[in-house]
């Protein structure tokens, strides 16, 4: 398919007048970084169930009478890459850490998805119970000493981004049999996954496949067709991460 895609700075509170540009400009859909996923969703026209429970939105699309159709494809995407890596949620333990935008664009397909338990930990108690009220979920903070690991822990928080490395999980929350996923992704393990790692946990995987599974849905959504994931994953891996 012959295509252009770019990427365009713009600022919190110019979102309106850059959707309006692009949609004069003919541009078919743009996908929405942090920290304007909020806003882009609040300018939406059509508002799918997704980006709705998120309350935010990363893929826009114009129709035809030039209305904005705003979905979030982050939950997919995640969900998409627990899938290909072979980890079940049904049935099994989960911590989500963070209580952010992150965290809210994935936590209603962790929902859907049955698992026996899920938490949510964030270092502001009364934030991770703002956004877990919605589903009756159990809020904890991160020092808190648990009396057994869970199957699995997702970090849904910017830990390992630039100078922030502290990891206050308190160690009882993993075991060797813990897998832990981190939504951050880069060269090398993350900060996240070298505790996890120092700490015994075998399973460690990034986020570099949900990046590739989100913008796979995107593409769906944008030109109704769907791409292989795992090409792209080893693709970006190799000749772009290293």
Known sequence: MSLCYEKREVAANGVAQALAEFRAAGVRGVNVTLPIKEEACQLADILYPRAAS????????FDDAGRIHADNTDGYGLMADLERLGITLRGASVLLLGAGGAARGVL???VAAQPARLVLMNRTLARAEQLAARYELECLTPDVHLPQAFDLVINATSIGLGANREISLHPSAVAPRTACYDM??????????QWAAARGANQRHDGLGMLVAQAAEAFRLWHGVSVATPPVIDFVRKRLLG
């Open 184 to 193: 951050v992704y880069g060269r090398g393990e993350t900060a996240f996954l």
């Open 108 to 110: 209603g397909e962790l």
């Open 54 to 61: 998120a309350e935010a939105a990363n893929t826009l699309w």
